[in-house]
C-alpha cells in the first residue's frame, strides 16, 4: 500500500466500524452517491456519524436528520471529503469544530515491542460475562464514561464475538485495568477504545494492549490503523505508528 492508499484505508476503516454500530444501535442508515452516515441510533455524538458526503445539501439534510432523532452527532471529515467551503456550512450550521485527530498507521511485522508491565495479562473477550468487564472498565474513563461504555457494550452484545469484531481486556495482577477494540475492516486492523483506568495510567499498559492485541491480527491484516488523540500521538509513535492524514471532527447538540 502506498501512502495515499493507506491513508484512505484509515478512513474507510473507521466509516465500516462507525456504520456497522449505528446499524446494530437502530440507526437510520443513508448510503447513497451524495452521502453515507448513520443517525439515530445512539446517544453519543461520536457515533450519529456522517462518514461521507459528496452532494451540496448533505450538511442540512443530516442536521434535519439529527434534529429528527433528537440526538447529538458528528461529521468525520477524512481526506476524500474535504472541498473547498464545507468547513464553512459545517460552523453555519451550528457544528462546532473538535479539532484534528492525527490518522495513523504501521506495518503489524513492524510494530516495536513496548517495554514489559509486570503483572500484566490480556484476554481476549469472548462472551457477555467477559463484555461486562470490559464494559465496566471503558467506563471509569473513557468518552463520556458510564454512559459510553454502556451504550458501547449493548451494540457489541449484538454484533458478537468473532471476526471482524476483537476486544481484549487487559488485567493487573488480576484486576480489570484496560480495554481496547480491534476492528477488521476495510483491509486493515483498527485500533478502537484504547483506555487505562486513571490509577493505572503511565505505566505502559496502553501500549502494551495495543501492541498485543495487533500481533495477534498479524496474518489477517497487514497494518494497523487508528485515529489518535494529539496526546496519545507520542505513545503510537512509540510503537511505531507514523501519522498518514487527519480527520476533522465536527459536531453537533441539540439545544434545550
Avoid at 458478537?160 to 477488521?184: E, K, N, Q, S
Avoid at 487527519?246 to 434545550?256: R, V
Wanted: one cysteine or more.
Amino acid at each position: 500500500m502506498d501512502d495515499i492508499e493507506i491513508a484512505q484505508a484509515i478512513e474507510d476503516n473507521a466509516a465500516e466500524l462507525l456504520m456497522a454500530m449505528g446499524a446494530a444501535g437502530g440507526g437510520e442508515q443513508r448510503e447513497d452517491a451524495h452521502a453515507r452516515w448513520t443517525i439515530g441510533g445512539s446517544p453519543i455524538d461520536y457515533h450519529n456519524a456522517v462518514v461521507g458526503a459528496s452532494g451540496n445539501n448533505v450538511v442540512a439534510e443530516s442536521l434535519a436528520a439529527l434534529k429528527k432523532h433528537n440526538v447529538p452527532g458528528s461529521w468525520h471529515v477524512g481526506p476524500s471529503m474535504r472541498v473547498d467551503g464545507l468547513a464553512d456550512q459545517l460552523t453555519a450550521a451550528g457544528f462546532t469544530s473538535g479539532g484534528p485527530e492525527p490518522g495513523m498507521a504501521v506495518r503489524i511485522p513492524e510494530l516495536i515491542a513496548p517495554r514489559a508491565v509486570p503483572g500484566l495479562q490480556i484476554a481476549r473477550v469472548t462472551d457477555d460475562d467477559a463484555l461486562a468487564a470490559w464494559e465496566g472498565t471503558l467506563g471509569q474513563g473513557f468518552g463520556e464514561g458510564e454512559k459510553e461504555a454502556r451504550w458501547v457494550a449493548s451494540v457489541y452484545r449484538k454484533l458478537g464475538y468473532g471476526d471482524p469484531w476483537r476486544h481484549y481486556l487487559g488485567l493487573l495482577d488480576g484486576t480489570p485495568v484496560a480495554t481496547t477494540t480491534i476492528f477488521l475492516g476495510a483491509g486493515v486492523a483498527g485500533v478502537y477504545f484504547v483506555m487505562t483506568v486513571p490509577e493505572a495510567r503511565r505505566r505502559g499498559i496502553g501500549a502494551a494492549i495495543t501492541y498485543a492485541a495487533l500481533r495477534e491480527a498479524e496474518g489477517v491484516a497487514e497494518y494497523g490503523v487508528l485515529g489518535s488523540s494529539p496526546a496519545g500521538r507520542s505513545v503510537y509513535a512509540g510503537l511505531g505508528f507514523r501519522e498518514y492524514c487527519t480527520i476533522d471532527l465536527y459536531e453537533w447538540t441539540p439545544t434545550a
